[in-house]
């Protein structure tokens, strides 16, 4: 994905990350108001060693010594039978703790390059914490004293416990910071995603890519006022150079993918040639809705079916339209097999001699993933435009749809994309 698509999908999908991000700080806000609290104490218990009979002092060596031997000190520290002695002592006191949860809530160590260890209490009340602590302060004093691997000197408590103000945990703040982090990286993370696995076209430049053809124009989603008739300006120029290069006045249009006014972008796109005063005419080739004819309310007239089968000429059966230059050949009668009836040579000419009365032939045509007919026509015409929904239409189905050219060696002249956004309606699709 490139970094242009990137941002893109950021900004048309950013509510997705403020929305993980809300939901991912909430729940962080959540767990840290319903999480129990956890108080924590240290103490501090220093080895003194055994004075020398002669200095008075304590026994340097022995100082010495304890630096190595802290280590083991905390391990008899943190054992079964001081949690046993410190439960017996605190059950006298209306604290009833077994020992082997006593010993999940201290942990000792020795602090580094010192003849001291660091036990470590935690519990969810503060008071009785500070308690553990103290009872396991005398107790370990006690009992490791008279324990050889103070090689005679003792173990004393230099602190006592008291009860802490706040709980170590939870941390709201914490906990909500660290949720709207997760949240940006979470909605970050599922835009990406769904961008990349997003079978939708995201730009002019991938459908020109993909599809190996020109975007002749782009038409905003909402069709209104002066956006619409501008977009169908700028079609129609594009067509009309297109038309005037290929030596042509004919052209079919015909939709990747039957989607809901699809056929209504050629009825626009001849009155907007109309409009220029170019003599148009609009031709229903799509005998098997004949949605055109139903739009410009001519569907119950006889039409090019009825011409190529013989049953009527083509005089009288084109009709004006409301709209100056304007005027309109119906689908007329829907045939067994539109396919057939429009591979006929008559169609050929019969375009030929339309093209000989009108400045402008627009034929409009069934769309390509539905029925063969777009190809036929175009087969015929020599020009085609193809119309890509880019709500509707995925990259795989406009290849599909354009397989149905290739296979009959056909090149349409460009592709227009529909629901186009309005604010981007530059180069950019979505």
Not at 17 to 25: K, P, R, Y
Not at 289 to 296: A, C, F, I
Request: glycine share 8%; with cysteine.
């Amino acid at each position: 994905m490139k970094p242009g698509q990137l941002i893109s999908a950021v900004k048309k999908r950013y509510w997705i990350i403020i929305l993980a991000t809300i939901i991912c700080a909430l729940v962080a806000a959540v767990i840290g108001h319903v999480q129990k609290p956890v108080y924590k104490v240290d103490i501090l218990m220093a080895a003194v060693a055994p004075r020398n009979p002669t200095t008075r002092t304590a026994d340097a060596t022995t100082q010495i010594a304890y630096t190595q031997t802290m280590p083991t000190v905390a391990n008899a520290a943190e054992s079964i039978d001081i949690a046993r002695a410190v439960s017996a002592r605190l059950k006298k006191s209306g604290i009833d703790i077994p020992p082997e949860q006593l010993l999940k809530k201290a942990t000792a160590g020795p602090i580094a390059n010192t003849t001291s260890i660091r036990i470590t209490f935690t519990d969810g009340n503060p008071q009785r914490v500070s308690e553990i602590a103290n009872a396991w302060g005398g107790v370990t004093a006690t009992t490791l004293s008279n324990d050889p691997i103070m090689l005679g000197g003792t173990l004393q408590l230099t602190n006592e416990a008291v009860p802490p103000e706040k709980p170590t945990q939870p941390k709201p703040t914490i906990y909500v910071g660290l949720g709207i982090f997760v949240g940006l990286i979470l909605g970050f993370a599922l835009v990406v995603g769904i961008e990349y696995f997003d079978p939708h076209f995201r730009s002019a430049e991938e459908v020109e890519e993909v599809l190996g053809l020109p975007v002749l124009g782009m038409l905003p989603k909402k069709m209104k006022g002066n956006a619409a008739r501008e977009a169908y300006s700028n079609l129609r120029t594009s067509l009309l150079f297109s038309l005037a290069e290929r030596n042509t006045a004919s052209v079919v249009v015909s939709g990747a993918v039957p989607v809901k006014g699809m056929h209504d972008v050629t009825v626009n796109l001849a009155k907007s040639i109309s409009d220029t005063g170019r003599k148009t005419l609009l031709v229903d080739c799509d005998m098997r809705d004949r949605v055109v004819s139903g739009l410009m309310a001519a569907g119950d007239l006889p039409g090019i079916s009825e011409v190529l089968e013989g049953e009527t000429s083509l005089d009288g059966r084109i009709a004006r339209t409301t709209f100056p230059n304007l005027y309109l050949l119906p689908a007329g009668k829907q045939p067994s097999s539109p396919s057939d009836i429009i591979s006929r040579p008559r169609f050929k000419s019969i375009i030929e001699q339309l093209e000989g009365e009108f400045d402008e032939v627009v034929l409009d045509a069934p769309s390509l993933t539905r029925a063969v007919d777009g190809a036929i026509v175009a087969a015929s015409v020599g020009t085609s435009i193809v119309v890509v929904d880019v709500e509707s239409c995925t990259r795989n189905s406009a290849l599909l749809a354009l397989a149905s050219f290739n296979r009959m060696q056909l090149r349409p002249s460009g592709v227009v994309l529909t629901n186009v956004k309005s604010r981007r309606i530059g180069r950019k699709v979505k």
